[in-house]
């Protein structure tokens, strides 16, 4: 009898590492599952991000364009030199949230 009893121990710990090697294997498949998804995202992202830098790049060469060219932004407009102040730092402020933005 001591003969059967060691081999049933020994098939409920062949039969315990089966399961536990089920579950890792399952575990291990969720885990590349979910990372394929994150850098499926993180490639969109990143693609988005590139054409945001477009944007930006685009929108910056057209007002430069346009200060050089028209001298003034305003045209024959001119602003009193704290409206100017304060114009400044308020596009300074966007420029930062929108850095803010595409770093995140």
């Given at each position: 009898m001591a003969e059967g009893?060691?081999?049933?121990?020994?098939?409920?710990?062949?039969?315990?590492?089966?399961?536990?090697?089920?579950?890792?294997?399952?575990?291990?498949?969720?885990?590349?599952?979910?990372?394929?998804?994150?850098?499926?995202?993180l490639t969109l992202l990143e693609r988005e991000n590139d054409n945001l830098k477009k944007k930006i790049s685009e929108i910056e060469s057209k007002v430069s364009k346009s200060l050089f060219n028209e001298g003034n932004l305003f045209g024959t407009e001119s602003l009193k030199l704290e409206d100017r102040e304060a114009l400044k730092s308020k596009i300074s402020e966007l420029i930062a949230r929108i850095d803010y933005h595409l770093r995140s």
């Open positions: 009893s060691k081999y049933d121990l020994f098939i409920d710990e062949l039969n315990a590492l089966e399961k536990q090697i089920y579950f890792f294997i399952q575990k291990g498949a969720e885990l590349l599952e979910a990372n394929q998804a994150l850098g499926n995202r």
